[in-house]
């Protein structure tokens, strides 16, 4: 069984930083597309950013480009989200996805971010 665990969420102030774990277990996650969404109250999901297997290749939404930064350690099968100068419109729940070819099948439950003005 697949599971995929967030945590690092928190309450921080705007321009401070916070950095997301995801650990993944019950699966090797080879080949796996691994990425980071979320969903503010009211709003739907959106993506955040996503990380190749190899790790050379990262895509963001523009909203977070040169503020966050993906990165993955795949032999503890831990995904990262690190965040910075973060703004009140980042809070949201943030998840972890894993999938194949950007199709994501597999789901983390979530961790709030709270960021106060």
């Known amino acids: 069984q697949v599971q995929l665990v967030e945590s690092g969420g928190g309450l921080v102030q705007t321009g401070g930083s916070l950095r997301l774990s995801c650990v993944g277990s019950g699966h090797s996650f080879i080949g796996y597309v691994m990425g980071w969404f979320r969903q503010a109250p009211g709003k739907e999901r959106e993506f955040v950013a996503g990380i190749a297997w190899s790790g050379d290749s990262t895509g963001y939404a523009d909203s977070v480009k040169g503020r966050f930064t993906i990165s993955r350690d795949n032999i503890k099968k831990t995904v990262y989200l690190h965040m910075n100068s973060l703004k009140p419109e980042d809070t949201a729940v943030y998840y972890c996805?894993?999938?194949?070819?950007?199709?994501?099948?597999?789901w983390g439950q979530g961790t709030q971010v709270t960021v106060s003005s």
């Open positions: 996805a894993a999938g194949v070819a950007n199709s994501y099948n597999h």
